[in-house]
């Protein structure tokens, strides 16, 4: 049962500290997605690859946020550094988009700022 | 602007009374309109691709219909396990491939 994995599931951090989030996405799929979920906004998108290559990152807080995928099998989501208003749900989605638009998320890391 | 927009935020129903939930699009040139279950703490499930107006999908007792400017969720005779919040999400050919954009979702509650 191919699933997305997520690391960690809790994080909390005090203010200034680096946080990094990663994400094994689907094996074979070639698009990654980052998602932060907060009661007020909903799901906004942050960033995305396909291939490994950055396609946008336009929802990011270019200042504090960086995403990469240093390979196929590995997306990581870095804050530094952190601050309490970054308190949320991230989510990684992977999907193959010759397979249509389908995105499949993983369980999500619950991060808190203090 | 093209957005989703879901409603009602919040629906309570007693268990088998059926109902339907709303979500209106407003994109240029939809691809695809995906809905979603989100459990409390748990990430967004899957549950149906629509690509055209008139289409139909069904899983157990939830099917998925979609117009050319609305998709609707209908629940028949809903149970407790039911109970979630519902995602709905386009993805567009003005946008780049693959891209979502999602609803705020509706807050399903189903009461035994």
């Known amino acids: 049962d191919a699933r997305v994995t997520q690391t960690p599931r809790h994080k909390v951090t005090e203010m200034g500290q680096e946080v990094t989030m990663r994400c094994q996405p689907i094996l074979g799929h070639n698009t990654v997605f980052w998602y932060r979920q907060t009661m007020m906004q909903g799901l906004e998108l942050l960033a995305y690859f396909r291939n490994r290559a950055p396609l946008d990152d336009s929802g990011m807080p270019k200042d504090r946020f960086s995403a990469e995928m240093p390979d196929a099998t590995l997306a990581t989501l870095k804050i530094q550094p952190s601050e309490p208003r970054d308190s949320a749900v991230y989510f990684c989605a992977s999907g193959l988009v010759a397979g249509g638009d389908t995105q499949y998320f993983g369980p999500g890391t619950r991060l808190t700022v203090l | 602007e093209d957005q989703v927009t879901q409603s009602p935020e919040a629906l309570r129903l007693q268990e088998g009374e059926s109902s339907s939930l709303n979500c209106s699009y407003t994109?240029?040139?939809?691809?695809?309109l995906f809905w979603y279950r989100q459990d409390p703490g748990k990430g967004p499930e899957f549950l149906f691709t629509?690509?055209?107006a008139g289409e139909e999908k069904e899983k157990e007792r939830l099917k998925a219909t979609l117009t050319k400017k609305e998709s609707f969720l209908h629940i028949t005779a809903p149970k407790p396990e039911d109970s979630a919040t519902y995602l709905c999400a386009a993805s567009h050919y003005g946008g780049s491939q693959g891209n979502l954009i999602f609803g705020k979702g509706t807050k399903l509650s189903v009461k035994p």
């Open positions: 994109v240029s040139g939809l691809r695809g």
């Open positions: 629509l690509y055209s």
